[in-house]
């Protein structure tokens, strides 16, 4: 544990300020001291930031309160079939465990979405923070819930991450929620350190959009109305509506959160595209979708803007 302590603080107060953040922003030569420098970018250089901290607190304080009154429970519906509820406030309200799960992507939405259209570069470093944070705290609840004698803060924090858990998180490391982080955190860093001009909106907010509300509609419309199921070329599990629920979606909600609208009838319908083939992914990837998709649509919308760009240029 120790060593966990000592290299994720290094990361953070060595290591960040220098590497991740673009030329433009800081001088490594101007960094005499990083601890003074990330305390000065965060509440000094900017007011904003100080009340996105604020408003970060407000959010996780809600999650934190919804997580404390909910409890997971499961219920045989046949001889063969159980299902995973989560009740919340003294079992008021029974939700099932698939569902409940997206609550984090409901919250990286809410989370995420103001600060990265307002403050991308803050939002870099918070997302890089946060990582830092998770692992440390993964690392502290692994060590003292495989003792004997369980820490009672671990048993905590081992209670609260596993309602959030599936099939993939069977093993000792529970790594969900930073996938989730990373998904948000990838599109984002990699739109900023590209040193283009503008910022292009669509881009940027692409995992947000895609894990936030692509996947969480997929999930939702999915359990609740899916009666019809892909089976071609593959069998899966993921229902027809689910995915045109998460294309539709991302789409609607891309269109009124999106401060810059899209400036040719191509750009749109390249976007519109791109997003149904994250959305057909999301049906079929067996892989870990807080990962792929992201990458996968991000790096979609960049080779159409390439293309568009060099068509452009050529008419």
Same mark, same amino acid.
């Given at each position: 544990? &120790? ?18 953040? $673009? ?5 490594? +030569? ?10 000065? #970018?965060? /509440?000094?250089?900017? &007011? ?15 999650? /934190? ?16 079939? =159980? =299902? ?8 008021? %309200?029974?939700?099932?465990?698939? %569902? ?9 939405? %809410? ?8 403050? $991308?570069? /803050? ?23 495989? +003792? ?10 081992? /209670?609260?991450? =596993? ?27 990699? +739109? ?25 509609? &997929?999930?939702?419309?999915?359990? *609740? #109305?899916?009666?019809? =199921? ?14 045109? &629920?998460?294309?539709?979606?991302? @789409? ?12 040719? *009838?191509?750009?749109? @319908?390249?976007?519109?595209? @791109? ?6 992914? +999301?049906? !079929? ?8 998709? $992201?990458?996968?649509? !991000? ?14 240029? %050529?008419?």
């Amino acid at each position: 544990m &120790a060593y966990a302590i000592f290299y994720y603080s290094i990361v953070l107060i060595y290591v960040l300020p220098k590497v991740l953040l $673009p030329n433009e922003a800081v001088s490594i +030569e101007n960094i005499k001291n990083p601890i003074i420098w990330i305390v000065e #970018f965060i /509440f000094i250089k900017d &007011a904003m930031h100080l009340k996105i901290l604020v408003y970060w607190l407000m959010c996780m304080s809600f999650m /934190f309160i919804v997580m404390s009154f909910s409890k997971e429970k499961t219920i045989e519906v046949s001889k063969t079939k =159980k =299902k995973d509820l989560i009740y919340l406030f003294g079992g008021r %309200i029974s939700v099932p465990k698939i %569902i409940y799960r997206k609550f984090f992507h409901i919250m990286a939405v %809410i989370m995420f979405v103001p600060v990265t259209i307002q403050r $991308p570069l /803050f939002m870099c470093l918070s997302y890089a923070v946060a990582i830092c944070l998770f692992l440390l705290i993964e690392s502290f609840r692994v060590q003292f819930i495989t +003792e004997h004698e369980v820490n009672s803060l671990a048993r905590a924090l081992h /209670f609260y991450i =596993k309602q959030f858990t599936d099939s993939r998180d069977s093993g000792t490391f529970i790594l969900t929620h930073i996938y989730l982080l990373i998904g948000c955190m990838i599109p984002t860093c990699v +739109e900023i350190f590209s040193h283009e001009k503008t910022i292009n909106y669509h881009r940027i907010l692409s995992g947000v959009m895609i894990l936030g509300i692509g996947d969480t509609m &997929a999930s939702v419309v999915g359990f *609740n #109305f899916g009666k019809t =199921k892909w089976n071609y070329p593959i069998d899966t599990k993921k229902s027809v509506e689910g995915t045109f &629920a998460s294309f539709l979606s991302v @789409c609607f909600i891309s269109y009124l959160v999106v401060p810059i609208h899209f400036t040719s *009838n191509l750009e749109l @319908c390249s976007y519109i595209f @791109c997003t149904l083939a994250a959305s057909m992914l +999301e049906a !079929y990837t067996v892989q870990i979708d807080n990962l792929i998709l $992201p990458v996968f649509f !991000y790096t979609l919308l960049c080779a159409f803007s390439t293309i568009q760009s060099h068509l452009f240029t %050529i008419l």
